[in-house]
């Protein structure tokens, strides 16, 4: 019988940011179907719960925390430690992100540099990093872009949306010149995920947040559950034929 991604089993995933929302599920999915999973994260404390969530339903990973990959020492320091240890990279999932919000008018400079190097230059430090260990054998690269850098992010989000729509189109370059080392590269751009960030800023302003889901055509804000599932896809060998490619999971909003 098939089991489903069974092509992950011992495969070694590298995902940024699992100490919270997308990034801990991924790495409770990953790990559920036999991958090595080595994550990191700047907090320390979500980490180690997420190190503890996966040992418990018995997984394996390895996490490194803190590292701040806005800082491209720290990290190339960390996908060098972590490809050390099983010896190669199979699939580098750059999650991590964070921006800064503002009115355009008055947008700080340090914020909108803030943003970039949180959202769009990490992206090119780990994968700059992983590349020469993904080239040995091909891989996967799955990239959190967001339909912000699709459509506009509205509410302060210039920064964002400009990082975000940087990494869908390093996505697609990264394709071309990955093709030829069996690298495939995607993006995955989510709609609006109930993760602890957004549920915290919707709880603070609800007049903002209702009318986020007026366009979907599934009803309800996504999760990360919804995320994780696109992205233990996205790396397995069902998807061998995919890459180049930005996969939007949002519900229908911005798809009509
Ligand atoms: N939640 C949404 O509605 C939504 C929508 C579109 C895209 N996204 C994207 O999904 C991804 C995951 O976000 P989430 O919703 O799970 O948010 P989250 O805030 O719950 O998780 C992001 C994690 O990344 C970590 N992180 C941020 N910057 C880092 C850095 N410089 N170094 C190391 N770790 C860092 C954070 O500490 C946090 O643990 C992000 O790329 C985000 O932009 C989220």
């Known amino acids: 019988m098939h089991t489903p991604n069974h092509s992950l089993q011992d495969k070694v995933v590298l995902i940024t940011g699992t100490a919270s929302g997308q990034g ?14 080595i994550g990191c994260d700047v907090s320390e404390e979500g980490n180690l719960e997420t190190r503890k969530q996966v040992e418990a339903a018995g997984g394996s990973i390895i996490t490194m925390e803190p590292v701040n990959l806005a800082d491209p020492v720290s990290a190339r320091q960390w996908v060098e430690e972590a490809a050390s240890i099983h010896g190669r990279i199979d699939v580098l999932y750059n999650n991590a ?29 780990t994968t700059q990093a992983a590349w020469p260990f993904l080239k040995k054998q091909g891989g996967v690269i799955i990239n959190t872009a967001s339909t912000a850098g699709m459509t506009g ?13 940087g990494v869908i189109g390093f996505t697609k370059h990264m394709a071309f010149e990955g093709a030829q080392f069996g ?3 995607v993006s995955i751009s989510p709609g609006v995920i109930e993760t602890p960030g957004f549920v915290a800023w919707a709880r603070d302003n609800p007049d903002e947040a209702k009318p986020l889901l ?33 996969i939007v999971v949002d519900g229908g909003r911005v798809s009509w």
């Open 24 to 37: 801990r599920e991924a790495a409770l999915r990953f790990a559920a179907v036999g991958a090595r999973v």
């Open 97 to 125: 992100a964070r921006p800064h919000f503002a009115d355009f008018e008055t947008f700080p400079l340090d914020g909108w540099q803030f943003t970039i190097d949180n959202e769009l230059n990490l992206v090119f430090y």
């Open 153 to 165: 992010s509205g509410y302060g989000g210039a920064a964002h949306a400009a990082a975000k729509a």
């Open 183 to 185: 690298i495939r590269v």
């Open 214 to 246: 007026a366009k979907n055509l599934i009803p309800r804000f996504g999760k990360p559950q919804d995320i994780a599932g696109v992205a233990l896809f996205l790396a397995s060998d069902d998807a061998a034929y995919i890459t180049g490619d930005n």
